[in-house]
């Protein structure tokens, strides 16, 4: 096509454009540098007539350049194309020349015989992709798009014709608009405007300003009042309001003052503060020179920090070094040394076979007949075969091949290498043991170093390992030994969510301060339940004593104190009277799945029981009272020893492990228990656990009781679970039970 026939074309496609028929992207894309994605600058025809920015082509020879020369070498000179600060299309050269501009760049045909730098002048083609040699004269070789570049132009004037605000009164071909009226919310060119607003008319006081389509409300409206205009200013909420929003609506108690005094106080403040700021001008600009003088000493000294690390870490790489070359060498020499030894071995037992060696020369020397020359050679001879013969009855190779003393334990200097850090890098903080709680969500709390400097945040890791089984994320490849980041941390505790049931997981946290890392802090390892906690609190209303039992006010612990009731049956205990426990359950049931729960019992409590207890047992045993002065009452008074046992465990509502003074009982062996038999009371006594955790397996009626520091199970055993399972708990004297916040929280949110 020729320049008349592409003008001709353009003309049309500007004409369509001004009417609106054509969008501006339809031409826009012809007129796009394919390397820098902007309208051409200059173009220039490449010989595969595809045309290219001049800058852009100058950037890919700078880029091809760089490319060739570090080829035969790492570095670059200062002047060197890296050391630019590259265009918003460098990045894009640099990924096109990777794609296809090494392709014999440094053995083109544009080197120059006897340069000591190498001339490059092929570059690919970013439309073909073809490789394009510009022969020796390089970019003076390329002629300039004339048409192209009349077009780009042609084609900014009429875009600029296009988004230009036009008359909303004038018939086509509008004229560009010079006023906006606020009032008509229309724009209007000069002849227009003057047209609808006479002179001596009401239209003439309208409003107008420049050409805008941003026609904004004369008059403000209340956003809850449409139809109302605001007339007041509400001082508390510090915003405009109508007087229905002071009459019954949501400003009604708040303290209103008019607009027109708002204005005049607001006007009057804000005319204020900027005759103070023009007054501190000075000051202000004085504060800017500070300002870049920070910056500029910033990037000095940044640059100079980034030097001195990168020399001493290169000292470093030269020590390991030196370090490497010694020890292989001592390796290389105790090989040699060996081999040779072994390898002499080798040639004294081959002289030991028959025709070689010692043996062929004994047997030689055998055929000597002369006495006296015999007996002259066979003296020494002799010797040497009883050596031989001595040697090969006690077989000692002459070298160990083991080289165990040249294992190399690098553990402590890579400990060494990973707590490496700067002078002002935090102490790594301490993970809190006693506050921290895992279960399927887990509570780490931590405690920052004694620096006394803050920090910006704390990046909390944690990683699984190791459980019975595969997590569904482990299914799916996941790799359940790497390490996992939290968000940022603000605070001294973090929530984990999701984590596996079961399962053993390491945490570990560092701390941030101007964008430098402390090192981790030690490890530190959870086991989770083998359930999802359960959340309940004490319920104050089934059998709860009120004389002998006090709950909190949040009702997450429970204590039994003495009182007179305690002291009149006391008094009993000389005829052989038994005192009964006072007992307490949650105030949420299980009727399904598995379920965990753990708690604190104080030392000093003499009698506690923890354990499960059936709702409909309950109620059977609440409304059938046992005599409680009766010896027959506790099934292991050894009063019987026969079925009384058996008849009152089925008849209880409650399966409950006994802890008291210091110590957690293991009861009888029974055929349900996994605990080993054994006649020796002794051995049923344990120390009482810190933390003791209750796990319910509703569906296979088992309850086991674990240790909750170590998620060690001490005892499991049946359990009937008939209607709705409570925790239970049952108190004796002076005891005190406190249920884990992680166990309460939820339902202390609702």
Not at 322 to 346: A, F, H, P
Not at 448 to 453: A, F, N, Q, R, Y
Request: with cysteine; charged share 25%.
């Amino acid at each position: 096509m020729s320049d008349s026939e592409d003008m001709t074309e353009f003309a049309s496609i500007v004409e369509r454009i001004e009417r609106g028929e054509v969008p501006i992207k339809n031409i826009e894309r012809e007129l796009i540098c394919p390397i820098c994605k902007e309208l051409f600058t200059h173009p220039l025809i490449l010989p595969c007539q595809h045309s290219v920015c001049h800058k852009c082509v100058r950037e890919l020879l700078m880029l091809n350049h760089e490319d060739s020369f570090d080829a035969g070498s790492e570095c670059s000179l200062p002047g060197s194309p890296r050391s630019r600060v590259p265009s918003p299309s460098m990045e894009r050269l640099d990924r096109l020349v990777r794609s296809g501009g090494s392709r014999g760049s440094i053995s083109s045909p544009g080197w120059r015989r006897g340069s000591v730098t190498p001339r490059v002048t092929a570059i690919p083609c970013p439309g073909c992709q073809h490789d394009i040699d510009l022969g020796e004269r390089g970019i003076s070789m390329l002629f300039r798009n004339f048409t192209l570049e009349n077009i780009v132009e042609r084609y900014r004037q009429a875009a600029r014709a296009a988004v230009a605000i036009t008359c909303n009164i004038c018939k086509p071909p509008q004229q560009e608009a010079t006023k906006s009226c606020m009032d008509c919310k229309a724009s209007f060119c000069n002849e227009c405007f003057k047209l609808h607003h006479p002179w001596g008319t009401p239209k003439a006081q309208h409003e107008y300003v420049g050409p805008t389509t941003n026609f904004r409300p004369k008059v403000l409206m209340c956003p809850e009042h449409e139809m109302e205009k605001v007339n007041m200013y509400c001082e508390v909420c510090r915003r405009p309001v109508c007087h229905l929003c002071k009459l019954g609506g949501s400003h009604a108690n708040h303290k209103v003052t008019s607009m027109s005094s708002a204005y005049k106080i607001l006007k009057e403040k804000l005319a204020k503060s900027i005759h103070y700021l023009i007054s501190k001008e000075d000051q202000v600009r004085t504060q800017i020179t500070d300002l870049e003088v920070l910056i500029n000493q910033t990037e000095e000294n940044g640059q100079l920090a980034e030097r001195q690390a990168n020399e001493h870490f290169e000292h470093l790489f030269e020590t390991l070094q030196e370090r490497k070359t010694e020890m292989l060498k001592s390796i290389e020499q105790s090989r040699g040394r060996r081999l040779d030894q072994l390898k002499v071995q080798v040639e004294e037992y081959q002289g030991m076979l028959e025709n070689s060696g010692l043996v062929g020369y004994a047997q030689e020397v055998l055929k000597e007949t002369d006495q006296s020359c015999f007996v002259q050679t066979a003296k020494q001879l002799h010797t040497r075969i009883q050596k031989a013969t001595e040697s090969l009855r006690t077989f000692h190779p002459a070298s160990d091949p083991c080289f165990d003393e040249f294992v190399l334990d690098t553990s402590k200097e890579e400990t060494l290498l990973k707590e490496m850090c700067f002078g002002g890098v935090p102490d790594p903080p301490l993970i809190d043991l006693s506050n921290s709680r895992v279960y399927n969500e887990a509570s780490i709390f931590w405690r920052l170093s004694d620096d006394h400097l803050p920090t910006d945040h704390q990046m909390l890791e944690y990683r699984r390992l190791g459980g019975p089984s595969k997590s569904p994320s482990q299914e799916d490849g996941e790799d359940s030994g790497a390490w996992k980041t939290t968000d940022r941390v603000y605070g001294p505790s973090t929530v984990v969510s999701d984590l596996d049931p079961d399962s053993l997981y390491s945490f570990r946290v560092r701390s941030c301060r101007n964008s430098m890392f402390s090192p981790h802090s030690p490890e530190v390892t959870f086991h989770t339940p083998p359930a999802p906690a359960f959340g309940f609190l004490f319920s104050d209303k089934c059998g709860f004593s009120t004389d002998r039992l006090i709950l909190n006010k949040r009702r997450d612990a429970v204590e039994s104190v003495a009182s007179m009731a305690f002291l009149l049956a006391a008094e009993r205990v000389q005829t052989g009277s038994y005192i009964g426990l006072d007992y307490i359950i949650g105030d949420t049931g299980i009727s399904q799945g598995r379920h965990y729960w753990a708690f604190k019992v104080e030392p000093y409590s003499y009698m506690v029981k923890v354990g499960v207890a059936s709702e409909s047992k309950l109620l059977e045993w609440f409304h059938n009272p046992r005599d409680t002065s009766s010896p027959r009452y506790d099934h292991d008074s050894g009063h019987d020893s026969g079925s009384e046992d058996t008849c009152y465990e089925l008849s209880q509502p409650f399966t409950l492990l006994t802890l008291g003074m210091g110590k957690l009982f293991i009861p009888k062996t029974s055929s349900s228990s996994n605990v080993s038999a054994t006649s020796d009371p002794g051995s049923r006594v344990i120390p009482m656990p810190q933390r003791l955790g209750v796990c319910l397996d509703y569906d296979a009626s088992r309850v086991f009781f674990y240790d909750a520091d170590t998620m060690r199970c001490l005892y499991d055993r049946q359990v009937d679970c008939s209607g709705t399972m409570y925790p239970a708990f049952g108190l004796m004297g002076s005891a005190k039970v406190q249920l884990e916040d992680f166990i309460t929280a939820k339902r202390l949110t609702f």
